[in-house]
Antibody, heavy 120, light 107 residues
Framework: EVQLAESGGGLVQPGGSLRLSCAGS????????MSWVRQAPGKGLEWVAN????????YYVDSVKGRFAISRDNAKNSVYLQMNSLRAEDTAVYYC?????????????WGKGTTVTVSS | AIQVTQSPSSLSASVGDRVTITCRIS??????LGWYQQRPGKAPKLLIY???ILQNGVPSRFSGSGSGTDFTLTISSLQPEDFATYYC?????????FGGGTTVEIK
C-alpha cells in the first residue's frame, strides 16, 4: 500500500526549531513532487511548501519564507521540513502529501500528520 | 497572491439531498482547481482535480465544474459518509491556496 508517514512533531518554545520528516513507501518516491500542508487547531488547510522531484525547485507560502526549508533525500524516500524561528501561529498538524505536477496538479496521497505546538 | 473564497462556510443537509459548494477565485486560473474532503481527525482526501476529473475510487455522485474564476463541487445525492469538510485548492501558480472550507452537517 502506498503510504506516507510523518514524524518529528512536538512541543517547542517560541523562537525554537524543529525538523519534520516524512517517509514514503510502496511508490517511486523520486518521481513525485512532495508537499507540506498544515492545519491550525479548529482552522482550515494551509499549503506550506512544495519541492520538485530532484529538489531543484522549492516554493513556500509567504508566512514561512526565510524561516522554513523543505528538502528531500530520494535515497531515503524522505522529505523534510526544517522549521526555525517558530511562532505560536505555526502551531498546527503538519501533513506531507505526494503531489503530481505534470499536465495536472493534485495531491493524491497524504500522511496522517504530525502535531507541532509552539508554546512557552 | 491569488485569493480563494469558498461558500458557504457550512451547510445542513439530509441524506439524499443535492449539495453545491462554490469557490470564487480572485483571478482567472483556467481549470487549475481541485477539491478535497476531510473527515474529523483524518487527513484530507483528494476528490477531484483539474476542475472536473474524478480521482480513482471516488463515487460518481461527486462532480466538479467551472472555469476561470468560478468553480463548483456538487454532491448529487448526499450519503451518510459524505458529512465532512470540503476544501478547494487552486494550483494555477505559487503560492497555492485553499479555500476556507465548507462543513457539511447532518440536518
Amino acid at each position: 500500500e502506498v503510504q506516507l508517514a510523518e514524524s518529528g512533531g512536538g512541543l517547542v518554545q517560541p523562537g525554537g526549531s524543529l525538523r519534520l520528516s516524512c517517509a514514503g513507501s510502496q511508490f517511486t518516491f523520486s518521481s513525485y513532487w512532495m508537499s507540506w500542508v498544515r492545519q491550525a487547531p479548529g482552522k482550515g488547510l494551509e499549503w506550506v511548501a512544495n519541492i520538485k522531484h530532484d529538489g531543484s525547485e522549492k516554493y513556500y507560502v509567504d508566512s514561512v519564507k526565510g524561516r522554513f526549508a523543505i528538502s528531500r533525500d530520494n535515497a531515503k524516500n524522505s522529505v523534510y521540513l526544517q522549521m526555525n524561528s517558530l511562532r505560536a501561529e505555526d502551531t498546527a498538524v503538519y501533513y506531507c502529501a505526494r503531489a503530481e505536477d505534470g499536465y495536472y496538479y493534485y495531491m493524491d496521497v497524504w500522511g496522517k500528520g504530525t502535531t507541532v505546538t509552539v508554546s512557552s | 497572491a491569488i485569493q480563494v473564497t469558498q461558500s458557504p462556510s457550512s451547510l445542513s443537509a439530509s441524506v439524499g439531498d443535492r449539495v453545491t459548494i462554490t469557490c470564487r477565485i480572485s483571478q482567472g486560473i483556467r481549470n487549475d482547481l481541485g477539491w478535497y474532503q476531510q473527515r474529523p481527525g483524518k487527513a484530507p482526501k483528494l476528490l477531484i482535480y483539474a476542475t472536473s476529473i474524478l480521482q480513482n475510487g471516488v463515487p460518481s455522485r461527486f462532480s466538479g465544474s467551472g472555469s476561470g474564476t468560478d468553480f463548483t463541487l456538487t454532491i448529487s445525492s448526499l450519503q451518510p459518509e459524505d458529512f465532512a469538510t470540503y476544501y478547494c485548492l487552486h494550483d494555477f501558480s505559487y503560492p497555492l491556496s485553499f479555500g476556507g472550507g465548507t462543513t457539511v452537517e447532518i440536518k
